[in-house]
């Protein structure tokens, strides 16, 4: 059974790479648009574009099964994956695991609308699926660490709300677990950490790492925005990231089941571990 995995050089794909490794599993396929980034796989790589598709059906060659994991272009998405989608059809595939994000078919968040075009996409194909609707990774915050603590305080606009958090290896061996073992067909999967953690507690584990005092400083949407702007931010992405943060104030990044855990066999990472990694090596820059 030969295996491909879009977005392959991605800090996700080297990750579900890496697992299939151990897992012993030799038959994998890395689908990316550079083949220098790719070099350092130890895998077959095949250029896939998702904005040239007359890539993609060739890439596909004899796979069975393709581990779609979305594209990383707001806006772009569903139309990309689309083009994979309707390639993979061509091509033959037997099934697609898709990444999708938590909640899909009831989210708020904006970036939910792209992800329920793609899994309609999926389903209207007729090629067998699983869905894996993957909350936030404990990630999206870490890479404020640094800014923390040169600051003092960790900032966000998410209140007292919040979020199923769980480290990016977790959704990867996730990932693992469904592309190696029977009986997911037709299944969604809503995914989030074990424990679900406010900002303010994120910003303790902070402290906690580091011997520091660092606080959550809560800010109304806008400001947050105009801040995260102030630091380089594109606009687009400032004002999407300050909205993403109001939404799991009110939930809409908290899932209370488990379905992560119970797939990779094993509790989630807890997020104090992960931010205290990140936390070291931030210290030893």
């Given at each position: 059974?030969?295996?491909?995995?879009?977005?392959?050089?991605?800090?996700?794909?080297?990750l579900?790479?890496?697992?299939?490794?151990?897992?012993?599993v030799s038959d994998?396929?890395g689908?990316?648009?550079s083949?220098?980034?790719?070099?350092?796989?130890?895998?077959?790589?095949?250029?896939?574009?998702?904005?040239?598709p007359?890539?993609?059906?060739?890439?596909?060659?004899?796979?069975?099964?393709?581990?779609?994991?979305?594209?990383?272009e707001?806006?772009?998405?569903?139309a990309?994956?689309?083009?994979?989608?309707?390639a993979?059809?061509?091509?033959?595939?037997?099934?697609?695991?898709?990444?999708?994000?938590?909640h899909?078919?009831?989210?708020?968040?904006?970036?939910?609308?792209e992800?329920?075009?793609?899994?309609?996409?999926?389903?209207?194909?007729?090629?067998?699926?699983?869905?894996?609707?993957?909350?936030?990774?404990?990630?999206?915050?870490t890479?404020?660490?640094?800014?923390?603590?040169?600051?003092?305080?960790?900032?966000?606009?998410?209140?007292?709300?919040?979020l199923s958090?769980?480290?990016?290896?977790?959704?990867a061996?996730?990932a693992?677990?469904?592309?190696?073992?029977?009986?997911h067909?037709?299944?969604?999967y809503?995914?989030?950490?074990?424990?679900a953690?406010s900002?303010a507690?994120?910003?303790?584990?902070?402290?906690a790492?580091?011997?520091?005092?660092?606080?959550?400083?809560?800010?109304?949407q806008?400001?947050?925005?105009?801040?995260?702007?102030?630091?380089?931010?594109?606009?687009f992405?400032?004002?999407?990231i300050?909205?993403?943060?109001?939404?799991a104030?009110?939930?809409?990044?908290?899932?209370?089941?488990k379905?992560?855990?119970?797939?990779?066999?094993?509790?989630?990472?807890?997020?104090?571990?992960?931010?205290?990694e990140?936390?070291?090596?931030q210290?030893?820059?």
């Open positions: 059974m030969t295996i491909a995995i879009t977005g392959a050089t991605g800090q996700l794909g080297r579900v790479v890496a697992g299939l490794k151990k897992k012993g994998v396929i689908l990316a648009r083949a220098d980034k790719a070099k350092d796989l130890g895998i077959p790589v095949r250029i896939a574009d998702y904005d040239k007359e890539t993609l059906a060739p890439a596909l060659a004899g796979v069975n099964t393709l581990l779609l994991i979305s594209g990383s707001f806006g772009k998405r569903a990309q994956h689309k083009a994979i989608v309707t993979a059809k061509k091509a033959g595939v037997q099934k697609i695991v898709y990444t999708s994000i938590l899909a078919d009831t989210s708020p968040i904006d970036l939910a609308a992800h329920r075009a793609s899994e309609a996409e999926i389903k209207a194909s007729g090629i067998p699926y699983t869905f894996l609707r993957n909350g936030w990774y404990t990630e999206n915050y890479g404020s660490i640094g800014g923390a603590l040169n600051a003092g305080a960790f900032i966000g606009s998410a209140g007292n709300g919040t958090l769980a480290a990016r290896r977790d959704y061996d996730a693992v677990a469904v592309l190696t073992t029977p009986g067909d037709g299944k969604v809503e995914l989030g950490g074990d424990a953690v900002l507690d994120f910003a303790a584990a902070i402290s790492a580091s011997n520091k005092r660092i606080p959550y400083n809560d800010l109304p806008a400001e947050y925005a105009k801040i995260l702007g102030s630091f380089g931010l594109p606009t992405l400032a004002e999407a300050a909205g993403w943060d109001t939404q104030a009110k939930g809409a990044l908290r899932d209370d089941g379905q992560l855990s119970k797939l990779i066999g094993r509790p989630t990472t807890p997020m104090a571990e992960t931010v205290a990140a936390v070291r090596a210290l030893q820059q």
